[in-house]
C-alpha cells in the first residue's frame, strides 16, 4: 500500500508518501485538466491569507477551489470569490478577539500556551476534524485536498479517503524529529558539537511535548478505521505533500542541506506582489517611509502599537501603522505617524524603507520580496523563529518585544544608515519573486491529481 520515494537530490530521513514525488514539468502541465481542489483550513491568523493567494494561482490555471473553514474565515473566503462552507461539529474559534481565541498565549507562558495548543486546536478535536471533512469529501466532487498543518484530524480524514493530499505548511519549516533548530526558540542553527547536543536534547523534549497529543490523533484514527501510530509527525509524512510556503534562501531548512522527509517540497512564499522596483527596491524617499505591521489576530499588542508610535514620533520619518483588526490605537498620534486598521502592504513596501513588525511571517516574506529591511519584535508563536531567520540573512534586525522607545528608534536609525541591511534584503528580494513568479505550489498540486 506504501511506496517508498527515494529522490537523489536531497538527503532523506524517511519516506511514506503514497506516490511517487514527482517534480512538476512543463510538458505534464500542458496535459493536466480542470480540477476540483478542497481546501481545508483554520482560523488561526496568519495562514488564511497565503492559502487564498495559492488558491486564487489554481483557478487562474483553470481548476475550482472551496474552503472548508471556520465562520470567522467566511467573508474572506467568499470576498475572494470562492465557495465557502464551515465546520458543522468542529469546534468555532476566532482568534481576532480575546473572548473567543482559542489559546490565550499572551497570557501564558510558552510551555503553557504550547499545551493549550495541543489540546485544542492541534489534537484534541482531531475526530470531529476528520469527521467533517470527511463529510465534506462526500458532499461534493473533489479530486484533492490541501490540509493546513494544524489540522491533524482533517490530515488524518484525507488518508482514509484516500484522495492525493498535500498539507499547506505556512510558516518556516521545523519538526522535533528532524536536524532544525528547536521549534520556537528563535535559535541559529548550532555549529560546534555541545551545541548540536543541546538542540537534540531540546528536541528530544519537545518530541514529547508533541506526543502527548498523540493518544486523541489515534482515537481520531481508529473511529475512521486507520491504524494507530508511534508519532503524531508519522501523520504528516502520511501525505502526499507537504508544501512549505516559505523561501527556501530564507529558511534554515532549506539553506543548510538538512534531511527533511522526501515529502516536504519549497515552494516558495504565496504573495500578491504590487509593483516591484527593477532591482528592488527603489530609492528612498525623503524623508523615509516606516510602515508598521501588527499582528493578523490578538496578542495583546497595545503596548508594542504604543512604544513604537512613540519611537517615529522622534524620528524624522513618516510613518504608516497598521494596527490589524484585532486591536484598535487609542493613543497619542505623532503628526508624522497615519494609523489605520488595514491597508494592503503590496501598495506600500514600494515605497517604504524600513518595516517594524511583531515577526509575522507573511509580513516579513512581503517585506523581503520589495527588498525592504525589518526590525522585528518577535511576541511569541513562530515569530522568535521567523526573526532568527531574518537576522541570519542580515536583512533586518530583532529587538526584544519590551524594548522601549528609545531602543526601537535607535534600530530603525540603525537600518536606515546600514547599507550592507538594504543590499541583504535587495538581493533576498531577487530570489523571492524568482520563486513567486515560477507558481510551484499550483504545479505541485496539479502533479498531485496528474500523479494520482
Known amino acids: 500500500m506504501w511506496a517508498t520515494d527515494v529522490r537523489p537530490q536531497r538527503r532523506s530521513c524517511w ?25 481545508a483550513t483554520c482560523d488561526a491568523g496568519g495562514n488564511l491569507q497565503p492559502e487564498l493567494v495559492l488558491a486564487e494561482r489554481l483557478r487562474a490555471r483553470g481548476h475550482v477551489v472551496r474552503f472548508l473553514g471556520h465562520r470567522s474565515q467566511q467573508r474572506s473566503v467568499r470576498d475572494a470569490g470562492f465557495g465557502f462552507r464551515p465546520y458543522r461539529t468542529a469546534p468555532e474559534w476566532d482568534w481576532n478577539e480575546p473572548d473567543t481565541a482559542p489559546v490565550r ?25 476528520a469527521a467533517d471533512v470527511l463529510d465534506e469529501i462526500e458532499a461534493e466532487p473533489t479530486d484533492a485536498v490541501a490540509v493546513d498543518s494544524f489540522l491533524f484530524g482533517a490530515m488524518a ?9 498535500a498539507v499547506l505548511w505556512h510558516t518556516v519549516f521545523s519538526r522535533s524529529d528532524c536536524d532544525t533548530p528547536p521549534d520556537g526558540a528563535g535559535t541559529q542553527p548550532a555549529k560546534s558539537w555541545p551545541g548540536k547536543l543541546r538542540d537534540r536534547a531540546v528536541k528530544g523534549i519537545e518530541s514529547r511535548l508533541w506526543n502527548k497529543g498523540l493518544p486523541a ?40 542541506g538538512s534531511p527533511l522527509p522526501d515529502n516536504v517540497a519549497y515552494v516558495g512564499p504565496q504573495l500578491e506582489l504590487g509593483p516591484v522596483s527593477s532591482p528592488p ?57 497615519e494609523v489605520a486598521a488595514w491597508v494592503p502592504h503590496s501598495t506600500v513596501l514600494p515605497d517604504a524603507a524600513v518595516v517594524i513588525t511583531h515577526g509575522g511571517h507573511g509580513t516579513i516574506m512581503a517585506s523581503l520580496a520589495h527588498g525592504v529591511p525589518a526590525v522585528c519584535l518577535p511576541m511569541g508563536r513562530d515569530q522568535l523563529d521567523n526573526a532568527a531567520r531574518l ?37 533576498l528580494a531577487e530570489a523571492i519573486q524568482r520563486e513567486v513568479a515560477s507558481d510551484l505550489g499550483s504545479a505541485e498540486l496539479e502533479e498531485l491529481v496528474a500523479a494520482g
Open 15 to 39: 519516506s511514506w508518501s503514497r506516490r511517487p514525488c514527482r517534480r512538476p514539468t512543463e510538458r505534464r502541465r500542458t496535459e493536466l485538466q480542470k480540477h476540483s481542489y478542497l481546501f
Open 105 to 129: 498565549d499572551w497570557e501564558l507562558k510558552p510551555l503553557q500556551a504550547f499545551a493549550e495548543l495541543r489540546e485544542k486546536v492541534l489534537f484534541g478535536p482531531a475526530s470531529v476534524f
Open 157 to 165: 480524514a484525507v488518508e482514509r479517503s484516500g484522495l492525493p493530499s
Open 217 to 256: 490523533l489515534n482515537e481520531a484514527r481508529g473511529g475512521i478505521g486507520l491504524h494507530p501510530l508511534t508519532s503524531v509527525f508519522e501523520q504528516l509524512d502520511r501525505m502526499d505533500r507537504v508544501l512549505v510556503m516559505t523561501s527556501r534562501w530564507f529558511d534554515f531548512a532549506a539553506l543548510t
Open 281 to 337: 527596491h527603489g530609492e528612498v524617499t525623503d524623508p523615509p517611509l516606516v510602515l508598521v505591521s501588527a499582528s493578523t489576530c490578538y496578542q495583546g499588542q497595545e503596548q508594542f502599537l504604543d512604544r513604537v508610535v512613540g519611537a517615529l514620533g522622534a524620528l524624522p520619518v513618516r510613518a504608516l501603522v497598521t494596527t490589524g483588526h484585532a486591536v484598535s490605537f487609542s493613543g497619542p498620534t505623532p503628526p508624522n505617524v
Open 391 to 427: 537576522v541570519r540573512s542580515g536583512a533586518g534586525l530583532r529587538l526584544s518585544p519590551k524594548a522601549s522607545q528609545r531602543r526601537i528608534a535607535e534600530a530603525v536609525q540603525e537600518v536606515l544608515g546600514d547599507e550592507q541591511m538594504t543590499g541583504a534584503a535587495r538581493r
